[in-house]
């Protein structure tokens, strides 16, 4: 087990070198951050001299080799918005924010796809499963955008039961984490729900109804311990893509996290902010990923990774 | 005769009573307001953005600031008179204090204005240059030399990067120290920032001006248009900028925030390709596309009736500029047939490529799709590129990138008609996207750099602007309105500087 998470860890380091080429040649050829910092009053020698300042007058591979070298020594570069500050510090004191967000995104999506994945699945071709499956296809269908300005108009600008925007207030977190966990509950809710349907199909399962065990706890015990694979799969897999792609939600929210973060930098060109969030954000998705490969294991004793 | 004087004393007891519930009322709000930018940080010769200074104009004090009507009026500096062509004599105001308690003094402006003036890798350098020394006669009183006759010193001097700061301050915590926590002599002290969410100030009490009315004043950052919206309608904040006008009607019939127009000086413009090789070369050609675009119905259409028709980077409150190219335009689709007919362009048979920001202005794109419509009305076939803004900027900036008519708006941060026009000279960054060069252009312009008699300088610079509008090389469109909704309770009116000046919004009456 340990030679596997080590031989796992060991293979981020090519996939990081290959994600900072491409976030790094992408960026300096999408736009002139130097234009943009000095806005449209700048004036030529101005714009030569910050380009001199900067680097960038050197080739790209110059470029890149030089940021590799920082980047060794731990110094992910200053970010060009903020008048120089640290990029990693940039960062890194909006990740609570984001955490935060994702996690209360998490939370709402298990809250709501647990019961609705189950009763979809008991009362499968009847009502409940009916109004269970036509919420979970709107949720997957709604763009977060949409939703976000729809529950502010309607919750926070019309009855005023949640602050619109911010991260101030200990209510502040409900609209942003619903809007996030929209769509992961409405995946996890069809998950669950054909998991489930698949699993009550087995013998175990008549086997414990033959039994006389009670309807919960074949559910509770048996089925949904089954089940439970796919769903932890897919919980594990999108918390990470919720911590990295929370950018539409805290847009429309205003709230401070790496989401935001990332749309001001990269509008604004602040390269090592970006390739930071990159970075960082790579780093995470593949830690969720190997955990949630350890979490199998767990789960499932027939899988044995050595 | 205790009795009596226990009733006598009753009237004023209650009046004292009722004038400080009046006044807890009043001071015990919070003023919030909305942009949808944040601060890069309080290094303030290091940004070059408007609505990023909207904000620092209440942490900074400035020798001399512009008021509601755009006049420039005394601040720290109490009187100021020209002492030579290239000398300016400011007398500065007593018992200023610095927000730490300690006293300004005319080291501090020394040091504030002399690192924009002299040190070339801040970027506010090129806008100070024109300076040369501070001088320090005493603690009250400076002299600004300027290296030749600078007309427009106190232009500068009252924009972006020339608040004033403690010199012993920074020289303890360096800029860098300074930009996350920053003090000046403004009506507000600086108490937090979070990046991206809110800069949290407070009433400085001891203010040359006043305590101002509200306790605190928090300005927050919210990029998207219609939280912003929602946030104001909500309460929860009570000033917020760049209304989208489709949601005008929704806030004024809320009953909880008006709008108001928010004079900008930003002109919206056309740049013309007309170097050698291009149709826009021809200037039938270019005279027959200002001809064939009715900006009147530009704006009503694509800016819902926000802006005002231009031939010129003019706007009022501008120095210097010639007002008869303000609301004005010229509008002949028959003449444009002709002169596309005479330069040798048949229906259908010129294509011009329009290129333009996507997002970077409000509605730009369907400002482009508005006017493509216009041209291909007189016959020119027109392809729309929009772009992101950085992509775009750097496209057009380069020479030689602008295909056919690029989108560009330029605002004035100098509020002057010079620095609306300098960029035209030969050489120069419009002169090298647009490809027009005219040596009496260029006459004009640098003698109104080193004209010191005003009416002198408004004749060189209007003719100069007349050369510039008769050219085509750039094609005006109109002077930028944009939206600030006013929460119900609050009495503000917005100046056409764009600077959101809160020591002069109180609670409203009603």
Not at chain 1, 156 to 185: E, I
Not at chain 1, 220 to 225: G, P, T
Not at chain 1, 275 to 287: A, D, E, G, N, P
Not at chain 2, 130 to 145: G, P, Q, W
Request: charged fraction near 20%; charge should be neutral.
């Amino acid at each position: 087990m340990i030679n596997y998470v080590i031989w796992r860890i060991l293979q981020m380091i090519p996939i990081l070198l290959g994600v900072t080429l491409i976030v790094f040649v992408l960026l300096r050829v999408s736009g002139d951050p130097v234009l943009l910092m000095l806005g449209e009053d700048a004036q030529p020698e101005q714009i030569e001299a910050l380009r001199l300042a900067l680097g960038l007058n050197k080739p790209l591979y110059q470029q890149y080799l030089m940021y590799m070298a920082d980047l060794l020594t731990g110094d992910f570069g200053n970010s060009l918005r903020y008048n120089g500050q640290p990029a990693l510090q940039v960062v890194l004191e909006r990740l609570p924010a984001t955490a935060s967000l994702a996690a209360t995104g998490l939370l709402f999506a298990v809250v709501i796809s647990l019961p609705a994945g189950i009763v979809a699945a008991l009362k499968q071709h009847r009502m409940a499963d009916h109004i269970a499956s036509s919420f979970s296809i709107l949720g997957q269908a709604m763009p977060n955008f949409w939703l976000g300005i729809m529950l502010i108009l309607i919750f926070a600008v019309t009855l005023g039961w949640f602050p619109v925007s911010g991260s101030d207030k200990p209510l502040s977190v409900v609209l942003p984490g619903l809007t996030l966990g929209s769509g992961l509950a409405a995946m996890l809710t069809r998950m669950l729900r054909s998991s489930l349907l698949e699993v009550m199909q087995q013998d175990y399962i008549r086997t414990a109804r033959a039994k006389g065990l009670s309807q919960s706890t074949i559910i509770v015990r048996h089925a949904l311990r089954n089940a439970a694979l796919s769903y932890l799969t897919v919980i594990g897999l999108e918390a990470s893509a919720l911590m990295a792609g929370a950018v539409v939600t805290e847009q429309v929210f205003a709230w401070p996290g790496i989401g935001l973060l990332a749309i001001q930098a990269i509008n604004s060109r602040d390269m090592a902010v970006v390739q930071t969030i990159v970075i960082l954000s790579s780093v995470i998705v593949m830690s969720m990923n190997l955990i949630v490969d350890i979490l199998y294991s767990v789960v499932d004793p027939r899988i044995q990774h050595g | 005769m205790k009795r009596r004087l226990f009733a006598g004393m009753m009237p004023k007891v209650a009046a004292i009573m009722l004038a400080s519930a009046g006044l807890s009322a009043a001071q015990a709000r919070d003023l919030v307001v909305a942009q949808g930018i944040d601060v890069p940080g309080f290094d303030i010769h290091n940004h070059s953005t408007t609505a990023v200074e909207a904000i620092f104009v209440n942490i900074f004090d400035y020798l001399v600031m512009r008021d509601g009507k755009g006049d420039l009026q005394p601040a720290l500096a109490t009187s100021w008179e020209q002492v030579s062509d290239t000398a300016m004599r400011f007398k500065l105001r007593e018992g200023v204090l610095f927000h730490n308690g300690k006293e300004l003094k005319a080291e501090d402006v020394k040091f504030s204005i002399e690192r924009p003036a002299l040190d070339k890798n801040v970027m506010q350098n090129s806008f100070y240059n024109t300076i040369k020394e501070v001088e320090i006669v005493n603690d009250r009183e400076v002299i600004i030399h300027t290296k030749g006759p600078d007309p427009i010193l106190l232009n500068r001097l009252s924009r972006i990067g020339s608040g004033i700061v403690p010199k012993h301050y920074v020289d303890e915590v360096g800029w860098n120290g300074f930009a996350t926590r920053p003090i000046g002599s403004g009506p507000f002290k600086f108490v937090e920032w979070k990046r991206d969410d809110r800069v949290v100030m407070e009433a400085f009490d001891k203010h040359w001006r006043g305590r101002p009315v509200w306790d605190k004043l928090i300005h927050r950052t919210i990029p998207e248009d219609s939280t912003r919206v929602g946030e104001l309608l909500s309460g929860g904040v009570d000033i917020a900028t760049n209304i989208p006008s489709q949601d005008v009607e929704r806030v004024n019939s809320s009953g909880k925030a008006v709008t108001k127009p928010w004079q900008s000086f930003r002109v919206m413009t056309l740049f013309a390709n007309m170097k050698e090789g291009s149709p826009l070369a021809d200037p039938r050609v270019r005279e027959a596309v200002d001809l064939a675009i009715d900006e009147k119905a530009l704006i009503d259409t694509a800016m819902s009736g926000l802006g005002v028709p231009v031939r010129g980077s003019v706007a009022p409150g501008l120095s210097a500029v010639p007002m008869d190219l303000h609301n004005t335009y010229l509008y002949d689709p028959d003449r444009a047939v002709k002169l596309l007919t005479d330069a040798g362009y048949g229906p259908g048979q010129l294509s011009i490529k329009l290129q333009g920001p996507s997002g970077r202005y409000a509605l730009d794109v369907e400002m482009m799709e508005v006017i493509a419509v216009m041209l291909e009305a007189v016959g020119i076939k027109v392809e729309i590129e929009a772009l992101e803004w950085s992509a775009y900027q750097s496209r057009i900036w380069e020479p030689n990138k602008i295909e056919g008519l690029a989108l560009i708006g330029h605002s004035n941060s100098l509020q002057d008609g010079f620095h609306a026009v300098q960029r035209a000279r030969c050489g120069y960054e419009f002169s090298k996207k647009t490809g027009w060069c005219d040596k009496r252009f260029d006459e004009l312009v640098n003698q109104s750099a080193v004209t010191v008699d005003p009416k002198k300088r408004d004749e060189y610079l209007s003719e100069a602007f007349h050369r510039l509008t008769d050219s085509r090389s750039i094609l005006f469109l109109f002077q930028v309105q944009n939206i600030i909704g006013i929460n119900r309770a609050v009495a503000w009116d917005p100046s056409p500087d764009e600077q959101l000046w809160m020591f002069d919004a109180k609670p409203a009456s009603n």
